[in-house]
């Protein structure tokens, strides 16, 4: 039986929750775009080694800043942590791709403290 994703895949160069599955990528931000949506100018960031662009949500922006700041020229070779996890959008919960910072993730090798 074929796939429904088959069937409606993207044709955009943006990511999708489903491109990263169940694992979480580390990217190096090479540039940042912008876009026109109908709801406002978005930003683009575009990745070392992919493809794909991620378009930024309110979220996943202020994660970055938190992580390098508010000046987002400053945000270019710096890496994040890409990951789909279940979030709550228009009171539904849907899989969404969430920034992480590398700390956040423990090495497969390290014992687990608890």
């Known amino acids: ?5 088959d069937i409606y895949k993207t044709t955009s160069g943006n990511l999708k929750a489903d491109d990263l599955g169940d ?10 775009d912008e ?10 960031l575009k990745f070392e080694k992919s493809e794909k662009g991620l378009i930024l949500n309110k979220t ?5 800043a938190a992580m390098y700041g ?10 994040i942590v890409l990951a789909a996890e279940d979030v709550e959008y228009a009171g539904q919960m849907v899989r969404g791709i969430r920034v992480q910072s ?3 993730m423990a090495d497969p090798d390290d014992d687990i403290p608890f």
């Open 60 to 64: 996943n922006a202020r994660k970055i």
């Open 70 to 79: 508010d000046e987002m020229d400053d945000w270019v070779g710096k890496k």
């Open 23 to 32: 694992k979480a990528y580390p990217l190096v931000i090479s540039e940042i």
């Open 102 to 104: 590398e700390k956040q």
């Open 35 to 44: 876009f026109q949506f109908d709801d406002g100018i978005k930003p683009i």
């Open 1 to 5: 039986m074929t796939n429904i994703n």
